[in-house]
């Protein structure tokens, strides 16, 4: 079981608003460590989405959007479609175990 | 730009230890803005982080996995290497490297295409 937790699967028709969660606990998000997203098209390797809670890299559009409240991550993609069909993962930090970096289970958001 | 390639044998016999090294081109390991990186992704599932390396020599590991492995700098100072020892079916993933900005936790921005290993006799 991953340290962080993410529904398996989401969906959402084209042009709609979906959110993706990532709850963690005291000692990785609600600690105050930042939660990083990425993205992962099918059979290519993870790209940095949202860094720092909710900072887009360039080239990233806007239609994403990160927040993060107490020990629970969202990410959010507004105007659905259809190349954003992939597989989506958050990142931290807990600080058990003398630290390590973590990865929730994932999300696949399939576009209707 | 930077750009990372991982190598290394894809099959590997149960027992044995895996061997992996990523090459870095564009940019330099000596950086001391980065992590360096091995994430792994058994088929099918998430993504595990593995452990990353400093410049400077410093390591830090997967309390999960931290017995088992080793992640060094290479003798050409543009690539680092994983070992895995003692590895079991449950070790069949798809290992790529990345570079991470340092941060708590740090962002990977730069990734390798992964390589596919398998433990099977």
């Known amino acids: 079981q991953s340290v962080l937790t993410q529904p398996p699967s989401v969906s959402g028709a084209p042009g709609q608003r979906v959110t993706i969660s990532c709850t963690g606990s005291s000692s990785n998000i609600g600690a105050g460590y930042d939660v990083h997203w990425y993205q992962q098209l099918p059979g290519t390797a993870p790209k940095l989405l949202i860094y720092g809670n909710a900072n887009r890299p360039s080239g990233v559009p806007d239609r994403f959007s990160g927040s993060k409240s107490g020990t629970s991550a969202s990410l959010a993609i507004t105007g659905l479609q259809a190349e954003d069909e992939a597989d989506y993962y958050c990142q931290s930090y807990d600080s058990s175990l003398s630290g390590y970096v973590v990865f929730g289970g994932g999300t696949k958001l399939t576009v209707l | 730009q930077v750009q990372l390639q991982e190598s290394g044998p894809g099959l590997v016999k149960p027992s044995q230890t895996l061997s992996l090294t990523c090459t870095v081109s564009g940019g330099s390991i000596s950086s001391g803005d980065y992590y360096w990186s091995w994430i792994r992704q058994p088929p099918g599932k998430g993504l595990e982080w593995i452990g990353y390396i400093y410049y400077s020599g410093s390591t830090y590991y997967n309390p999960s996995l931290k017995s088992r492995v080793t992640i060094s700098v290479g003798t050409s100072k543009n690539q680092f290497s994983l070992k895995l020892s003692s590895v079991t079916a449950a070790d069949t993933a798809v290992y790529s490297c990345?570079?991470?900005?340092?941060?708590?936790?740090?962002?990977?921005?730069?990734w390798g295409q992964g390589t596919t290993v398998t433990v099977s006799s």
């Open positions: 990345a570079r991470g900005e340092i941060g708590l936790p740090p962002r990977m921005d730069v």
